[in-house]
């Protein structure tokens, strides 16, 4: 047998490298279609190991004779393949509905096990609104239920009556919602809590701000503008005015605290017992990684998608918004730093300018649930960041239309582009598990060089300024002299106390000058000041004195409490006014985000980017405003 007879019977022999090309064959009783396998020499010989199902694969040799090499068969893994799709859709069906009913067996057990307490109470809740989510699902796929629901979206009103009584509605709940409003700040200012009305007085001189700024004033969509302020006021009486809200607050932070409590077993695997030793690097980081990677769970899950579409549908239909508006708005509340726009990927090629504008201010506007566990891990409570985080989304979208409103003949996007919410780039939980990992991974490395380049320039900054001031005489001129000075106005117009608005007035600078990062480590400072003094002040309280550079002495821990505490109104005020990304750093991660996906509109989000970020950085203010207004003594 010739060496090339040898290489045709035996293909693990065959060259792995080949040259594949379609041609016909004019052999009787062979196929006419069949791939070829060039020979480059007659000593080699090709072999294609992607054979087509009944397909003959031939060579060629150099005096042209035809040598079959094999003829593909169905395969033992191509019959278990076709087995898995046979059965897959069934097997599918059967477990969505045996599932349910064995965890509705298991809850109805555990309830006669133990029923009233947190715990069996979080069991029930939790499976009613799964059920009811599921129920929903299986509902609105019913064909008489989507042409019920598609007429009541598109009904009109039509007729002068239905317009005169539809304009009644509207003027009615306006009215209702500024009577609402003036009895509660009136209510405020009768307890004697008169900062209150300061608040208020500043929340208009903010509002007349944007109007005297905006591009088109005689297009002001002024119904978008109430209802997202009247959202923001209804939003914040139950979370700050209200003991169930407040309760409820509360609980989702003590939640959520349980949660990355978990991310603790990892840092003690990888770093060691004592690693809250380097609590930054090596405690805090982690739980962002793990609430990131939870992110990203439920965003392959469909939850967040779920809550985000319905949440955007109210925020649409209350404000008179666009849908990708609304949706970016409410995806605000759980993923910050561009992500939000992965919500409203399929409308990006549709939006208008005012539209992108508004989701900029949305992205600047709002921190995020990653930014809100790292926050909190610097001392801010946790029910500030939560809180803060759901009313800035109103907030943004008042602002944005106010500011930079569409012009009229400009149709908004709606619902005619094809949505598919629900972002699956992974195969399996497991695969989003891990991409959330390494998605979290880039969000921590990313804050870790940022905060410590940031701090450099700061000292940087502080150092040359000393010096520049030391040559005309000033003494220990820095940046927390210069924007104490710049941005005491503002605080003062939120309602800040007179005694601290130097301070926060330092924060906001930190914020917006600087990063958002370093103005929250900063504020951590001060909140750790208020435990150590509350709590030296319940065993020495006739031992405190103060400093006149607001420094508080404890002697008898023989401890000082640098830059002093802020009061309880100013602290809260403050967590709400520095809630958001708007700040010089931030400003190229939502310009990135924005150009990737709308690669168009590049050269507008570059045109307007400083007045995005001074809109997101005053829609926090509108935040802070409103937690000044109803804010109440404890």
Same mark, same amino acid.
């Given at each position: ?201 500043? =929340?208009?001189? /903010? &509002?007349?701000?944007?109007?005297? *700024? %905006?591009?088109?004033? $005689? ?5 978008? !503008? @109430? ?83 319905? =949440?955007?549908? /109210? &925020?649409?239909?209350?404000?008179? *918004? %666009?849908?990708?508006? $609304? ?5 605000? !509340? @759980? ?98 598990? $891990? ?200």
């Amino acid at each position: 047998m010739s060496a090339l007879e040898k290489m045709v019977n035996n293909k693990e022999s065959a060259t792995k490298t080949v040259l594949v090309v379609p041609g016909e064959l004019s052999t009787p009783g062979m196929a006419s279609q069949n791939i070829y396998t060039q020979i480059l020499d007659t000593t080699e010989i090709t072999y294609s190991e992607d054979l087509e199902k009944e397909t003959a694969v031939t060579v060629t040799i150099n005096d042209g004779e035809m040598v079959p090499v094999s003829e593909t068969k169905t395969t033992e893994r191509q019959k278990f393949s076709e087995c898995i799709a046979t059965y897959t859709a069934p097997v599918t069906k059967a477990t969505k509905v045996i599932f349910p009913a064995l965890f509705l067996a298991y809850v109805g057990y555990c309830m006669t096990v133990e029923f009233g307490s947190e715990n069996s109470l979080r069991l029930l809740i939790g499976t009613i609104l799964w059920y009811l989510l599921l129920s929903w699902n299986l509902i609105k796929k019913w064909k008489w239920f989507a042409n019920i629901y598609a007429d009541l979206r598109q009904v009109k009103c039509q007729g002068r009556m239905q317009l005169k009584i539809r304009k009644y509605i509207r003027w009615g709940l306006y009215i209702t919602m500024l009577v609402v409003v003036g009895s509660l700040v009136g209510t405020s200012i009768a307890k004697g809590n008169f900062r209150n009305l300061v608040s208020l007085g500043g =929340l208009i001189v /903010f &509002l007349l701000l944007l109007y005297v *700024t %905006s591009v088109d004033r $005689s297009n002001i969509s002024w119904h978008s !503008v @109430f209802w997202g302020f009247g959202i923001q006021f209804t939003l914040a009486i139950l979370v700050l005015y209200t003991s169930g809200g407040k309760d409820a607050v509360v609980w989702c932070s003590r939640r959520l605290t349980e949660l990355l409590a978990h991310s603790a077993k990892g840092s003690e695997f990888v770093f060691g017992k004592n690693y809250k030793q380097f609590y930054f690097a090596f405690g805090l980081l982690p739980k962002v990684i793990f609430f990131v990677a939870m992110v990203r769970v439920l965003t392959h899950l469909g939850v967040l998608s779920f809550i985000n579409r319905n =949440l955007g549908t /109210f &925020l649409s239909f209350c404000t008179g *918004t %666009s849908n990708p508006e $609304s949706i970016c708005a409410a995806a605000n !509340v @759980f993923v910050g730093g561009g992500q939000a726009i992965l919500f409203i990927r399929e409308y990006m090629d549709y939006l208008t300018e005012s539209e992108i504008f508004c989701v900029f201010v949305g992205d600047l506007a709002s921190i995020g649930g990653g930014a809100v566990v790292l926050y909190s891990g610097y001392g801010i409570p946790v029910q500030y960041l939560i809180s803060a985080s759901v009313l800035s989304a109103p907030a943004a979208l008042a602002a944005a239309k106010l500011n930079y409103p569409s012009p009229p003949s400009l149709p908004k996007t709606d619902e005619n582009v094809k949505k598919d919410n629900i972002i699956r780039t992974e195969s399996n939980i497991l695969h989003a598990l $891990s991409a959330g990992s390494r998605q979290g991974l880039a969000f921590v490395a990313s804050i870790l060089v940022n905060v410590m380049v940031l701090l450099a320039v700061l000292g940087l900054v502080d150092t040359a300024l000393e010096w520049f001031g030391a040559r005309a005489g000033i003494e220990n001129l820095n940046f927390e002299t210069i924007s104490s000075y710049l941005f005491y106005p503002f605080a003062f117009l939120m309602g800040v106390d007179v005694s601290d608005c130097s301070r926060v007035s330092n924060l906001l600078g930190l914020r917006s000058m600087i990063d958002l990062t370093v103005a929250y480590i900063r504020m951590g400072e001060y909140v750790q000041n208020k435990v150590a003094f509350n709590a030296y002040s319940s065993l020495f309280n006739d031992t405190v004195f103060y400093q006149d550079s607001y420094d508080i002495v404890l002697p008898q821990w023989n401890q000082t409490l640098v830059k002093g505490i802020l009061s309880d109104r100013s602290e809260v005020i403050s967590a709400y006014a520095l809630c958001g990304f708007a700040s010089l750093s931030s400003l190229g991660i939502s310009i990135g985000s924005i150009s990737v996906l709308a690669p168009k509109y590049i050269g507008a989000v570059t045109k307007f980017a400083p007045r995005a970020v001074i809109v997101g950085t005053i829609a926090c203010y509108f935040t802070a405003c409103v937690a000044g207004m109803i804010y109440q003594e404890e």
